[in-house]
T-cell receptor, first 110, second 114 residues
């Protein structure tokens, strides 16, 4: 089983749509969880941390279910500028080593 | 806002040559990392560095790789004898603490081995 698993997509959605991405992780000892965004040939950029209680940042909502080892990201009112690859990232707690999923590609169209 | 910087942005080298990739982490950060991303694949952890020594390394980080913090500001990754499969984007990252927060990545160095 992959350490962090994501649907690679692509997800093609019209502007204004709501889109959800899911991720599962295999290491139950994982301590911190993040969504990063990566544009083509650029570095990953932290989008948001993910907390057990769920958290929201503007149009973005992240959820964590530790029992199911499942993380989600919801994007409301999609913008063209949201087009990117969204990376599910897990910190296993050792010296902040991050384990990345392969990413889910989002393409927002007019 | 301070950022991690990396040089060069693109390095082309011949197989078997040594390369040194350079990074300047954010000044008050204590933990430093190298990650790599082969084209079309996921980002992979290479090594973490704290208090002037390696704290963790992956299976990828074999004897051909080494890291150094030569002068208190730069953080370097050396590949002694490059192979074709070393071609990738190499990202440097740093953080002030190891728990809770995500890390900030530099813009990367694209290494092409011919």
């Amino acid at each position: 089983r992959k350490e962090v698993e994501q649907d690679p997509g692509p997800f093609n959605v019209p502007e204004g749509a709501t889109v959800a991405f899911n991720c599962t992780y295999s290491n139950s000892a994982s301590q911190s969880f993040f969504w990063y965004r990566q544009d083509c040939r650029k570095e990953p950029k932290l989008l948001m941390s993910v907390y057990s209680s769920g958290n929201e940042d503007g149009r973005f909502t992240a959820q964590l279910n530790r029992a199911s080892q499942y993380i989600s990201l919801l994007i409301r009112d999609s913008k063209l500028s949201d087009s990117a690859t969204y990376l599910c990232v897990v910190n296993t707690g050792t010296a902040s080593k991050l384990t990345f999923g392969t990413g889910t590609r989002l393409q927002v169209t007019l | 806002e301070p950022e991690v910087t990396q040089t060069p942005s693109h390095q082309v080298t011949q197989m078997g040559q040594e390369v040194i990739l350079r990074c300047v982490p954010i000044s008050n950060h204590l933990y430093f990392y190298w990650y790599r991303q082969i084209l079309g694949q996921k980002v992979e952890f290479l090594v973490s560095f704290y208090n002037n020594e390696i704290s963790e390394k992956s299976e990828i980080f074999d004897d051909q790789f080494s890291v150094e913090r030569p002068d208190g500001s730069n953080f370097t990754l050396k590949i002694r004898s490059t192979k074709l499969e070393d071609s990738a984007m190499y990202f440097c990252a740093s953080t002030v603490r190891t728990s809770g927060g995500g890390v900030g990545f530099g813009p990367g160095t694209r290494l092409t081995v011919l």
